[in-house]
């Protein structure tokens, strides 16, 4: 089902209420990112993982990644708050680059199986992403939009062609980015220490 969104920079109190019941029905969202479009859950309800999982049949071993407004919720995801303070998050954020940690225990199932120590966070830079999440109320756990093994898709009607009615997809009235790549991947170990797990764009 593709949702057409009236303005480029944010969705109307509607449209944000009418994502957010979806969710809650533990069914996925396509939308558009600073990078390639993206899908995502309700990160607290094991079922709506699951059934990304299995809409997309992603490799299980391959957990979720955490989209938040604010750096300053990370820290009740991550167990030693220092790594946030690293000047490539503090350059990148919001931004481009998924930040990997040692995770907190708390409620999110980033796998069906929930047995990660680790969690990838991003703080995106699309202005109505930044809103929608602010106004959510609950964690949002994403991944690309694509099927196992293939490209994300270039636009809604694709989306809509691989997955039908299972998901929504929203449809923003802007241009098209062309061949994005996936947000830059990085490792925070230790406050002095990183590793790039997968390239991309870092300032």
């Known amino acids: 089902m593709i949702l057409r969104v009236d303005h480029p920079l944010y969705l109307s109190d509607f449209e944000k209420e009418f994502c957010k019941e979806w969710l809650l029905q533990d069914k996925p969202i396509v939308f558009p990112t600073d990078t390639v479009m993206g899908i995502g859950v309700h990160g607290?309800?094991?079922?709506?993982v699951c059934n990304l999982f299995s809409l997309k049949r992603r490799d299980e071993n391959k957990p979720l990644i955490l989209f938040?407004?604010?750096?300053?919720?990370?820290?009740?995801?991550?167990?030693?708050?220092?790594?946030?303070?690293?000047?490539?998050?503090?350059?990148?954020?919001p931004g481009t680059v998924t930040g990997v940690f040692?995770?907190?225990?708390?409620?999110?199932?980033?796998?069906?199986?929930?047995?990660?120590?680790?969690?990838?966070?991003?703080?995106?830079?699309?202005?109505?992403?930044?809103?929608f999440l602010s106004d959510l109320g609950f964690p949002f756990l994403t991944t690309s939009a694509n099927m196992r093994n293939?490209?994300?898709?270039?636009?809604?009607?694709?989306?809509?062609?691989?997955?039908?009615?299972?998901?929504l997809i929203l449809d923003l009235p802007?241009?098209?980015?062309?061949?994005?790549?996936?947000?830059?991947?990085?490792?925070?170990?230790?406050?002095?220490?990183?590793?790039?797990?997968?390239?991309?764009?870092?300032?």
């Open 44 to 48: 607290e309800s094991y079922q709506a």
């Open 68 to 93: 938040l407004e604010d750096p300053k919720k990370a820290h009740q995801y991550v167990s030693n708050p220092l790594l946030l303070q690293h000047p490539l998050l503090k350059k990148n954020w």
């Open 102 to 131: 040692p995770m907190k225990q708390c409620a999110l199932y980033t796998t069906p199986q929930k047995t990660y120590n680790t969690i990838g966070i991003r703080i995106p830079s699309d202005p109505y992403l930044l809103d």
């Open 150 to 167: 293939e490209q994300p898709f270039a636009n809604p009607l694709e989306a809509q062609q691989k997955m039908g009615e299972k998901a």
């Open 174 to 203: 802007r241009e098209q980015v062309e061949a994005s790549q996936p947000s830059a991947v990085i490792s925070f170990t230790e406050p002095d220490q990183y590793k790039i797990l997968r390239e991309g764009f870092i300032r």
